[in-house]
Structure formats: C-alpha cells, structure tokens
Nanobody, 116 residues
Framework: QVQLVESGGGLVQAGESLRLSCAVS????????MGWYRQAPGKQRELVAL???????NYADSVKGRFTISRDNAKNTVYLQMNSLKPEDTAVYYC??????????WGQGTQVTVSS
C-alpha cells in the first residue's frame, strides 16, 4: 500500500508561483512512476507531469517551460514547482503513484486557484 498526501495549494494571482508537495508513505520501494494530475470544474482529469525513479520527466504541453516536477528520495516526497501561473491552471491537483504491479494510488487533492 502507498499513501499520498498533497500540500501547498492556494490562491495566487496570475504570474505568481506555487510549489506543491506530495508526501509518500508505505511501500515507497514499489513505486515505478509518480505524477501530478489536475482536474478543473466540468473537465476530465488530465496529466500535468510525470517523473520516473531515474529522474526522467515528461510534461503536458500546456505547462512545459513553466512547471517542474522533482523528487527527493531521501524525504519520500515529490514536488511540482509551478511558475508563471495562469487562470487556466486553476484546478484540483492530485498526486499519483504507479507501482511495478500496475497499481494506482491517489492523494486527496489540493486546490490551486489563479486569479486574473
């Protein structure tokens, strides 16, 4: 089992920055891939960024150059640094962990609101 707890969301103005954190507990060694997803009101959940155990990352086109995903294995924490935030980044952001056994775990989500 893997438990994920997100933090760091909030209300900011356009152009400002936020850093989200995802604290991981449980079977951290079983995790193959970690990512951040988001879901805006009335829209489907979408991928924002992924990071492998080796540190390779991928991003949605809409956030490339503005968001950075990173992981601190010593702290069992994954981060999402979000710069130059836009109103369209407003959503609930979810941390996700995928294990080598093809199991998916999700955090409870953290709200990010960007005002124009």
């Amino acid at each position: 089992q893997v438990q994920l707890v997100e933090s760091g969301g909030g209300l900011v103005q356009a152009g400002e920055s936020l850093r989200l954190s995802c604290a991981v507990s449980g079977s951290f060694f079983s995790i193959n891939l970690m990512g951040w997803y988001r879901q805006a009101p009335g829209k489907q959940r979408e991928l924002v960024a992924l990071i492998t155990t080796g540190g390779s990352s991928n991003y949605a086109d809409s956030v490339k150059g503005r968001f950075t995903i990173s992981r601190d294995n010593a702290k069992n924490t994954v981060y999402l640094q979000m710069n130059s935030l836009k109103p369209e980044d407003t959503a609930v952001y979810y941390c996700n962990a995928k294990t080598y056994y093809n199991l998916d775990f999700w955090g409870q989500g953290t709200q990010v609101t960007v005002s124009s």
